[in-house]
């Protein structure tokens, strides 16, 4: 009984506590109901692959990019017949958004190549909303991306080249 309370006192107190002390983000992921959010957001990102392409150098280092730097938005271009696109940054933009125009962009907004944006779509609220909490906890970090240019703009820095489709 006595823990209850104190469990259900402290789950009012800590996420105040926790939003204070990032340091203990590891203590405090495991204590609140907001902070199970946010944990479960990490983990999405994590097992979606996300850091691929929106955090510099994490495929080339075998992931060992301190998360502080994650989801920042790349400056390699991914150049096709869509045009050339730039992986965004993820925490400038969810800085700038609502939980609800964050999670109708993540499921209405078609986007181009190589967005994996059909499995955006196919994740549900809640995750979508432990996503972009996640992005919110981590804060706004780093300059935004290249704009996307369209097709027959060459890209001045550097670029995957995808060839177009066989048969086009
Ligand atoms: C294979 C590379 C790749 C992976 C993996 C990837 N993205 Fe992206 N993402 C991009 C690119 C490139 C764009 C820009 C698309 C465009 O310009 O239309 C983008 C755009 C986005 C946007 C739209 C940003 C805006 O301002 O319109 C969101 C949101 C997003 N990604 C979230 C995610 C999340 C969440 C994950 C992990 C589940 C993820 N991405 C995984 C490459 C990737």
């Not at 946010?38 to 280092?61: F, K, M, Q, W």
């Not at 696109?85 to 958004?97: F, G, H, I, P, V």
């Not at 779509?121 to 290249?146: E, F, I, K, S």
């Amino acid at each position: 009984m006595k823990t209850s309370r104190i469990a259900r006192r402290s789950s009012r107190l800590l996420p105040g506590l926790c939003a204070l002390a990032l340091p203990l983000a590891g203590w405090c992921a495991s204590s609140s109901p907001k902070a199970e959010q946010i944990e479960r957001g990490r983990y999405l990102v994590r097992v979606g692959g996300c850091n691929d392409c929106h955090t510099p150098g994490y495929g080339a280092s075998g992931g060992k990019v301190p998360e502080r730097q994650w989801l920042t938005g790349d400056t390699l271009g991914y150049s096709g017949p869509w045009g050339t696109t730039y992986a965004a940054n993820l925490r400038r933009q969810a800085a700038e958004m609502t939980q609800r125009q964050w999670l109708a962009m993540a499921q209405h907004q078609p986007m181009r190549p190589p967005m994996p944006w059909t499995s955006l779509q196919a994740m549900a609220p809640r995750d979508l909303a432990a996503v972009y909490q996640y992005l919110r906890w981590l804060g706004p970090q780093g300059d935004a991306a290249p704009r996307y240019l369209p097709p027959g703009t060459p890209p001045s820095g550097p670029a995957v080249v995808f060839p177009a489709p066989a048969g086009s």
